[in-house]
């Protein structure tokens, strides 16, 4: 009874401290890489061994596994964005050897339906050999990073961005080594491909010749692609046998994408190309959990990590021949998300799974784009594994994402030569964002 006692006071002390913290995290990071661990929202990550994702979670949990197995699924995420309260101004100059022969002020005419992120099934695999009891090797594919917002042609926000796609695809070997019933550590070298695109519709304004201006649309679009090297690092201690601690470290890997720049306005005979190149760093990550099993039936984790974000400071986009063909701050803060869950053997072969996620937003008030315009998140989840034979196991989740409705505030001023006149556009655009998120998930694990 006093052992149970100091169990849930170990429990009830680490939540506390957990959902106590003021901190903030979020971003373009994904975080489905297991469907059995998000029935109890992640909380367990770096902690509980269920499976072969533990690969991604912390390598060294791979020696705690006594079989060799495969693990395969993934989440389809459904987003759905209210966008309300938009209002959007363009104001227009142009000068002539510094002289103004024309301008133009007015709201931008369009749409803000909201639907902009498409449903997306994030998918991933994981193996794991033990060698022995103590060795083992594994090896995953997975997504760590991605973002994509597919606006409407019409949208009134177009001058700020109408499309933005980042997708990070990983492939990890891994090694994992038990020293004793107490510690394990493991490490993983982690091979990334980067692929990413932006679209922007830029105003320019061309003088009608009566003191006024027409404002016309370029039609900017970049892309690129690069791949780099990480790794990732882990530890796990088990002072007894019913509590695990774990920390996983992943590095940040650093990009520089090369691809290619078109601005097209077949109207005012606008077609220039370009190359183009983007510097980005994906942000180093530390989760730290703790998975405590309360008595045969039930266990409970809890977990923290934090994000380096602040490496994300702007996007900028430079060519050969346009020095600067995008410059948008971003200006990224380090972040933290929090989880606690827990799960039920009900019965010998059916496990049930809850869970609770705080993830805070790296993003900042004056910098939040329409790019990503997301805020504080909570996450709750519900999963259930269900095992008919020893070598199989089928575990499914659902998961429901709300955000904090945000603010996007974002301006522009683009500056365009035209011949022996100078175009400089300023635009606006101001809304309101009420972001959610249904995510469903399917895994299948055999052992061998």
Not at 39 to 63: C, K, L, Q, W
Not at 85 to 113: K, L, R, Y
Request: hydrophobic share 35%; charged share 20%.
């Amino acid at each position: 009874m006093h052992n149970k006692f100091n169990k849930l006071t170990l429990a009830v002390a680490v939540a506390t401290a957990a959902f106590a913290s003021q901190a903030q995290a979020g971003g373009y990071q994904i975080n489905e890489q297991s469907v059995s661990g998000q029935g109890y929202g992640h909380a367990g990550r770096s902690s509980n061994v269920e499976d072969a994702t533990i690969v991604f979670g912390n390598p060294a949990g791979m020696s705690f596994l006594d079989r060799a197995q495969i693990s395969v699924g993934g989440t389809y995420l459904n987003v759905n964005s209210d966008i309300s309260n938009e209002t959007s101004q363009q104001d227009a100059i142009v000068t002539q050897g510094g002289t103004p022969v024309g301008g133009a002020s007015s709201s931008v005419s369009g749409t803000n339906d909201g639907d902009m992120v498409p449903g997306t099934l994030i998918p991933y695999a994981f193996y794991v050999h033990p060698v022995n009891e103590k060795l083992a090797f594994g090896f995953g594919v997975y997504a760590p990073f991605g973002s994509k917002t597919d606006y409407e042609s019409t949208f009134e926000g177009r001058n700020q961005g109408n499309y933005t796609e980042v997708t990070v695809k990983s492939a990890q070997p891994t090694v994992s080594y038990r020293f004793n019933d107490q510690w394990s550590v493991g490490a993983g070298i982690t091979y990334n491909q980067v692929e990413g695109e932006l679209h922007r519709q830029v105003p320019v304004a061309i003088p009608d010749g009566v003191g006024g201006a027409d404002i016309s649309e370029i039609d900017s679009r970049v892309d690129g692609d690069d791949e780099a090297w990480g790794y990732n690092l882990g530890v796990i201690y088990q002072p007894v046998p019913e509590t695990k601690l774990g920390l996983t470290y992943r590095s940040a890997v650093d990009y520089n994408l090369t691809g290619d720049f078109r601005a097209v306005a077949q109207d005012i005979g606008v077609d220039v190309t370009d190359d183009a190149s983007l510097d980005l760093t994906t942000p180093e990550t530390v989760n730290f959990s703790l998975t405590q099993q309360m008595s045969d039936r039930l266990k409970l984790m809890f977990g923290a990590s934090w994000v380096r974000w602040s490496q994300f400071e702007e996007i900028l986009v430079t060519g050969n021949d346009i020095p600067e063909i995008t410059d948008e701050q971003q200006n990224y803060e380090n972040a933290w998300a929090f989880a606690t869950g827990g799960e039920y053997q009900l019965t010998p072969t059916l496990a049930l799974r809850a869970g609770v996620t705080l993830d805070f937003t790296p993003t900042q008030d004056e910098t939040r784009s329409v790019r990503i315009p997301s805020d504080d998140r909570r996450i709750f989840s519900l999963g259930a594994g269900w095992s008919p034979t020893d070598n199989l196991t089928v575990d499914v989740a659902y998961s429901y994402l709300t955000e904090r409705g945000t603010q996007v505030d974002q301006m522009k001023t683009d500056t365009r030569n035209l011949g022996t006149a100078t175009s400089q556009v300023t635009s606006s655009y101001s809304a309101d964002y009420k972001n959610e998120a249904h995510g469903f998930g399917a895994q299948l694990t055999y052992r061998f």
